[in-house]
């Protein structure tokens, strides 16, 4: 006999999305707020549980004071994926901060879609404001084009971690 295993806790992504139509790259313009609820949505939980993973990660490495490369997973039954930005004190603390994280979580999601030969990719930037945490959010969303460009820039310096695949179940059981 087997029984479920209550872990909510590590999936609930509850309180990581309360308020995310507040940390769109640009508030009130585009369907970004619906299209990432839409994408969390198409996922099974364990999915769930590596994006939270990934998150707690990028916190505990801002919450550091480190400098960390993204990480990264992917859901090929939704062809879509998801890069986690953690960014370090330096950065966030620059005065043209506002300006370029909107472009640098655009660039880690484009970039990340690309490599993976992805239609949709959600990014998501962790920064520290003081004592807050800043959790910017947004979606490209296009069909998947061959592009030299940015090929060669992601050959010339790539930014990721590798992706590594792996098959999890969706409920969790233990004997007895």
Not at 21 to 29: E, F, Q
Not at 66 to 89: A, H, N
């Amino acid at each position: 006999m087997f029984r479920l295993v209550q872990d909510d806790e590590e999936w609930d992504l509850t309180p990581l999305m309360r308020g995310l139509h507040n940390h769109l790259p640009v508030p009130g313009m585009g369907d970004d707020y619906y299209g990432i609820l839409i994408e969390f949505a198409k996922l099974p939980r364990s999915m769930w549980r590596k994006i939270k993973e990934r998150i707690l990660l990028c916190v505990e490495v801002v919450q550091k004071g480190k400098f960390e490369r993204p990480y990264r997973v992917t859901d090929p039954s939704t062809d879509c994926g998801f890069v986690f930005v953690p960014v370090d004190p330096e950065t966030s603390a620059r005065p043209d901060w506002p300006e370029i994280r909107l472009q640098g979580i655009q660039n880690f999601a484009m970039a990340h879609k690309y490599d993976q030969r992805l239609s949709k990719c959600v990014g998501i930037m962790i920064a520290k404001d003081r004592e807050h945490f800043d959790i910017l959010w947004c979606l490209i969303s296009h069909p998947w084009v061959e592009d030299s460009e940015l090929q060669q820039r992601l050959d010339r310096s790539f930014p990721f971690r590798p992706v590594k695949p792996s098959v999890e179940h969706s409920y969790r059981f233990v004997d007895g």
